[in-house]
């Protein structure tokens, strides 16, 4: 009995995780030739199913990571479901964004994108020295947003419990050369492609 209610969250965590990966569109030669963008507005416009996967993603987060006393979303969908984690676990949500958004004194880092190159902020009083932070966006593709915000997050001062995903684009290595120990527990996504 005790074996069957332990596999249960893992079975919805799979079937959501199919769910979900069923429901994702690639969008060829999008916003730039060469690039399939997974587009993630089937998932956002279905409650249900944005809700199963909130939870499995808290579920995953608790199971490898523990749970957090913040989560960091990165502009701008990571906002989506890491605010939604961070109602979860009753903490603070804290978004870093692009440049020219945040008003105060603020903190910037540059990184290489798939496509392009970026930078993100936050206020510099937003995430406190110690605090055990986890990084939340909705594609891991080369890693260096997720690298990026990490990099914020370590320069105030805190701890990182890990990153969390939607989908990880497996295909582009993006775990190689990955900042944190123990990167299946620390580079967690919900559904994987090549
Ligand atoms: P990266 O820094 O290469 O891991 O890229 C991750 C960021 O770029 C995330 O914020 C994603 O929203 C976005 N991104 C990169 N590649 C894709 C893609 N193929 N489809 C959708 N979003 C992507």
């Known amino acids: 009995m005790k074996m069957i209610l332990n596999q249960e969250p893992l079975n919805e965590i799979a079937q959501c995780a199919q769910s979900v990966k069923e429901c994702i569109l ?26 199963r996967a909130i939870e499995a993603m808290v579920q995953m987060v608790e199971v ?22 961070a109602q979860r676990w009753n903490v603070p949500f804290v ?5 020219g958004k945040l008003p105060g004194e603020l903190k910037r880092v540059a990184y290489a994108l798939e496509y392009g190159t970026a930078e993100l902020e936050c206020q510099v009083n937003s995430i406190q020295a110690g605090m055990r932070v986890l990084v939340h966006d909705d594609v891991f593709a080369t890693g260096g947003t997720a690298r990026a915000a990490m990099q914020l997050v370590k320069s105030c001062g805190a701890e990182l ?4 995903f939607i989908l990880s684009l ?11 120990p123990a990167a299946d527990k620390t580079c967690l ?3 994987h492609f090549e």
């Open 26 to 51: 690639d969008v060829e030669d999008f916003p730039i030739s060469g690039v399939a963008f997974k587009d993630l507005g089937p998932l956002w416009a279905n409650p249900d199913l944005s809700g």
């Open 64 to 85: 490898n990571q523990g749970v957090p006393d913040c989560v960091v979303g990165i502009e701008s969908r990571g906002f989506i479901f890491g605010l939604a984690m």
């Open 95 to 99: 978004p870093f964004r692009k440049p």
């Open 189 to 191: 996504s919900l559904v």
């Open 170 to 180: 497996d295909g582009l290595n993006g775990s190689q050369n990955w900042p944190l």
């Open 161 to 164: 419990t890990g990153c969390s």
